[in-house]
C-alpha cells in the first residue's frame, strides 16, 4: 500500500458514524470494528477519489497535527482495513 493509493469501501463494509466514532462491520465475516474520532473522520474520507495523502492532509488541518505523523497513522490504518477485506484499491 502506497500513499498515492485511493481507497475506498468494499462493499462488503457497512458503517455506521455515532457522536464521531464509527463501528463497521464486515457483513462477510460478521467481524466489526469500532474506530475514534480520527480513525471515523479518516473512514468517511475514503471514497475512491482522494488518496490517503490527501486524507491526512486534510486531517491533519483539522486536529492542528503534524501531516508526517497522520499520514503514517493513516497509512498503518489502511492496512488494516484492507487486510480485514474493509476497503478496496
Known amino acids: 500500500m502506497q500513499a498515492t493509493d485511493k481507497p475506498r469501501h468494499s462493499p462488503a463494509a457497512a458503517y455506521e458514524v455515532v457522536d464521531e466514532a464509527a463501528i463497521i462491520i464486515n457483513t462477510r465475516t460478521g467481524s466489526y ?4 474520532d480520527t480513525g471515523a473522520r479518516f473512514w ?3 471514497d475512491g477519489r482522494r ?3 490527501d486524507c491526512a492532509r486534510l486531517i491533519a488541518g ?3 497535527a503534524p501531516a508526517d ?6 497509512m498503518e490504518l489502511a492496512l488494516e482495513f484492507k487486510m480485514e477485506e474493509l476497503i478496496e484499491i
Open 62 to 64: 483539522e486536529y492542528d
Open 51 to 53: 488518496t490517503i495523502a
Open 33 to 36: 470494528y469500532s474506530l475514534n
Open 69 to 74: 505523523e497522520i499520514e503514517a497513522d493513516m
Open 44 to 46: 468517511q474520507l475514503l
